[in-house]
């Protein structure tokens, strides 16, 4: 291979190492939020 592979080959491995902790990072945040529940709310006409 020639040594422009192994540097575009480092480049790749370090884009996905930054995707999957931003990947990680938006599930626990997205996990962390409040559960809301919501009451039922009934109306004499």
């Known amino acids: 291979m ?3 592979a192994f540097i575009g ?3 790749m491995i370090a884009l996905k ?3 999957d902790k931003k990947r990680a990072q938006k599930a626990t945040h997205s ?3 409040p559960v809301i529940e919501r ?3 009934s ?3």
């Open 39 to 41: 009451a039922r709310v």
């Open 2 to 4: 020639p040594p422009g």
């Open 31 to 33: 996990q962390s939020k």
């Open 9 to 11: 080959v480092g480049f």
């Open 43 to 45: 109306t004499t006409d």
């Open 17 to 19: 190492n930054v995707i």
